[in-house]
């Protein structure tokens, strides 16, 4: 299974957003979508899921335009999991994550035992049995992000998208969500998330896609990627990394004043 983007250019009216962007994800890859507010991370995960059009290039599975494939076809092959939201109704956590199966039904069928049995799987491989019963609107956000993913895998696709999945979760339920997302890779599945924390992207994914604000982009091993001169680029700011039980940490620097240092723009 292979996702690739081809030389995706894309703009609202005048204001251009992506320019010639190009990567390809691979069965079993994790990748990490960086870069600071209004580079198109988002609209790049739009255009991924068929939302929008892109002016140009092209975006494939398995050699396939999606653009050629229905909204149903498109659904079996990626799952968008969304930040975590406050539903109106009290579903409970087992008829969340069935929704996930509707995919296989016409409309108004009624889920059958085979799409129960499914939605059962998931949250056993969870390990969420013992919340399957409780009002998901009632749960705390980690758990909610969880319930989203096993929504996202009772969906059957081998494609994971998620735009800024620990936005709103505290730094424990980070480490959660990020780590499970590590090993759904490690199972075979294909995730791409965005992250505004670059920390992330070195502690998590595999590949890093770099998106910076005069529409350039650079994508490799997050390791490699991930450097002063990209943080300059990115974020306008200073940084060192310091190597701690073999991992690459990013230390902003800081002035006597506790502010950042920043770098002027277009130095």
């Known amino acids: 299974m292979s996702l690739s983007v081809q030389n995706i250019s894309f703009s609202y009216g005048s204001n251009q957003v992506l320019q010639d962007i190009s990567f390809e994800i691979n069965k079993g890859e994790f990748w990490a979508v960086i870069g600071p507010n209004g580079v198109g991370k988002s609209t790049l995960f739009r255009c991924i899921l068929g939302l929008l059009q892109p002016a140009k290039g092209s975006i494939t599975i398995d050699g396939r335009d999606i653009n050629t494939m229905s909204r149903k076809v498109l659904a079996q092959r990626i799952a968008y999991i969304p930040q975590i939201h406050r539903p109106v109704f009290g579903y409970t956590v087992r008829d969340t994550v069935l929704m996930g199966t ?23 491989m969870l390990e ?35 735009d800024e999945p620990t936005s709103a ?68 700011m200073e940084v060192e990394f310091v190597s701690a039980g073999g991992r690459k940490i990013l230390v902003p620097q800081y002035r006597e004043d506790g502010g950042y240092v920043h770098i002027p723009m277009g130095k």
Request: neutral net charge; without cysteine.
């Open 128 to 162: 969420m049995e013992d919340i399957a019963e409780k009002n998901y609107a009632a749960l705390s956000g980690g758990q909610q992000q969880m319930v989203l993913i096993a929504r996202a895998l009772a969906q059957d696709a081998e494609i994971l998208v998620m």
């Open 169 to 236: 979760l505290d730094y424990g339920n980070q480490m959660k969500i990020l780590a499970l997302l590590r090993t759904l890779a490690q199972r075979g599945y294909s995730v791409v998330v965005s992250t505004h924390n670059p920390q992330h992207a070195l502690d998590f994914s595999e590949k890093t896609l770099a998106l910076a604000p005069d529409k350039s982009s650079v994508q490799g091993r997050a390791e490699a990627v991930i450097d002063k001169e990209l943080m300059k680029r990115l974020y306008n």
């Open 102 to 124: 509707t995919r296989y039904l016409s409309a108004f069928e009624q889920p059958k035992a085979a799409q129960v049995e499914k939605a059962n799987s998931v949250l056993r």
